[in-house]
C-alpha cells in the first residue's frame, strides 16, 4: 500500500538549533516526493521536492531509498519556521498521498 | 494572476442532505484535484480533473463526484451526507495533469450535523 507516515505530530525546537522533521514512505516505483507547509492562517503551499535537490528557505531534504525517509533538515530554525509540515508522494502521475503532518513550534 | 479561490467559506448541512463546494482554478491551469482534510490529519485525495473529464478518483465512494466546466472551474458534490464528512475541502489547480506543482485554495470547512 502506497503511504506517508511523519510519526511526530509536534516538535518544538529552540530558535538557532537543528531541526529535522521526519517522513517515511511506502511505494513499490520510483517514489516522486514533496514537502508542503502551510504556515498560520495561510494556504498549504509546496516547499520543495526531492528531484529538484534545492534548498529553500534553509531546509533541505534528500531522499533515503534504502530507508525509505524523505526527512526535512535545516540547520539553525527560526522562529518564523513555525508551521504545519506535510510530506506528500506523488502517486500514478496524478495523485498526491499526505501524511499527517507535524507541527513545528520554534521557541525564541 | 488570480490564485485559486473556494465558496462558500464554510457551511453547514444536516445528515443525509447534498451539498456542492466550488473551485475556480488560477489563471492559465487545466486541472484541478479535490481534497478532503479530517481535523487532525493531512488531506486526502478524491479526484482530479483534467481538461473537464475525471483524471483519477482515490479512496471515496460514488456519492461524491465533480465537475469540470470549460473554463476550468469545478464543483465537489456530496449526496447523502454524513458525520463523517464534517472536514475541510480543499481543491488545488496545477498547468496539467501530472504537473507536480499545485496551487491550493484557502479550503471550504463542512460540518454535518
Known amino acids: 500500500a502506497q503511504r506517508v507516515t511523519q510519526p511526530e505530530k509536534l516538535l518544538s525546537v529552540f530558535k538557532g538549533a537543528p531541526v529535522e522533521l521526519k517522513c517515511n514512505y511506502s511505494?513499490?516505483?520510483?517514489?516522486?516526493l514533496f514537502w508542503y507547509v502551510q504556515y498560520s492562517r495561510q494556504r498549504l503551499q509546496l516547499l520543495l521536492r526531492?528531484?529538484s535537490r534545492e534548498s529553500i528557505k534553509g531546509f533541505t531534504a534528500d531522499l533515503n531509498k534504502g530507508e525509505t525517509s524523505f526527512h526535512l533538515k535545516k540547520p539553525f530554525a527560526q522562529e518564523e519556521d513555525s508551521a504545519m509540515y506535510y510530506c506528500?508522494?506523488?502517486?500514478?502521475?496524478?495523485?498526491?498521498?499526505f501524511g499527517a503532518g507535524t507541527r513545528l513550534f520554534v521557541k525564541a | 494572476e488570480t490564485g485559486v479561490t473556494q465558496s462558500p467559506t464554510h457551511l453547514i448541512k444536516t445528515r443525509g442532505q447534498q451539498v456542492t463546494l466550488r473551485c475556480s482554478s488560477q489563471?492559465?491551469?487545466?486541472?484541478v484535484s479535490w481534497y478532503q482534510q479530517a481535523l487532525g490529519q493531512g488531506p486526502q485525495f478524491i479526484f482530479q480533473?483534467?481538461?473537464?473529464?475525471?483524471?483519477g478518483r482515490g479512496n471515496f465512494p460514488p456519492r461524491f463526484s465533480g465537475l469540470q466546466f470549460p473554463n476550468y472551474s469545478s464543483e465537489l458534490n456530496v449526496n447523502a451526507l454524513e458525520l463523517d464528512d464534517s472536514a475541510l475541502y480543499l481543491c488545488?489547480?496545477?498547468?496539467?495533469?501530472?504537473?507536480?506543482?499545485?496551487?491550493f485554495g484557502p479550503g471550504t470547512r463542512l460540518t454535518v450535523t
Open positions: 489563471s492559465g491551469h487545466n486541472t
Open positions: 506528500a508522494l506523488k502517486s500514478g502521475g496524478f495523485k498526491t498521498i
Open positions: 488545488a489547480s496545477s498547468s496539467g495533469a501530472d504537473t507536480y506543482e499545485q496551487y
Open positions: 480533473y483534467y481538461r473537464e473529464e475525471e483524471n
Open positions: 511505494y513499490s516505483g520510483s517514489p516522486e
Open positions: 526531492h528531484i
